[in-house]
């Protein structure tokens, strides 16, 4: 599939959003593309507000310039041809350098892409003071077609964690429209969005600044200080209770089913954090027919891993194929 002409960028709107997963021949390890098109339908039909390609679960790391593109291209061909146009993808899009960086967010708008997500360069770890981190993505934003959201994921760059001072100034530049935070501190997140407040209707209708929880057992703590949506990869898996989840907070439903709902969440998404990507693989592989295994040298789990997951996984599977 070529890429798509992009005739308006797509605003950002409240919700839960999935750092999509990518797929592989088993054999040649090229690109499975009838798989990137029904996983992206399957998710937009399950509630799903919003797609992020190329982040760490679409083991970006792992794919050249041309098949990222590709990705993002076949992501937003899928979604328009199921009819729906409207579903903003984010394209991860972080590079080591700010050129390198510039390049990836050009090629995500050619790509389709609405928005980009970016890390932290962290090779050189010792340059990444907090007055580097700031020049870094003031030139990125100045510079790039598309908004940024700033992924703070300190286990993904050596450890660097952007603080909330950092955050809440670099969220006054135009160009910069959100924070992932994969650190998982609640107390950082509800800083940054006390200094970046608006109501959800605003957020819905104008855009503006997100702050997204980057861990599924955390939906509820952080929009309960101001988080207006999710990218979360147990998304890939049980994309209906994610989104019953939030919906249920929204709608301010019984306090103790959103407590046991989160908890049930909570504990899915720790049985699929201890195996990462290939957990996610086989899970997909075992309830909807597709999956296969990671790009080497990631390896795939085992058959007696494969059990294990699936038992600890039968209460919230059992819940989320019962959801509509």
Known sequence: MGSTPVEQRRTLVPGIYCPTQCFFDSTTEDLDLDSVTKHAVRLAQAGIVGITTNGSNGEAPYLSREERKLVTSTTRSALDNAGFRSTPIIVGASAESVRGTLQLCRDAKESGGDAVLILVPSFFKWAMGTSTIESYFMQVADQSPLPVVIYNYPGAVAGIDIDSDLLATMAQHPNIVGTKFTCGNVGKLARVAAATKASMAERRTKGGYFCFSGVADLIVPTLAVGAYGAIVGAANVFPKTCVELFDLYLKGGDGQRIQDLQALLAQ?????TKRAVPGFKA?????????????????????????????ELVEIMKHEVALK
Not at 302 to 309: F, G
């Open 268 to 272: 899915g998404d720790w049985a699929m």
């Open 283 to 311: 899970v997909l592989d075992k309830y909807h027919g597709y999956g296969g295994v990671p790009r080497q040298p990631m390896p795939a789990l085992d058959q007696t891993a494969k059990d294990e997951l699936y038992a």
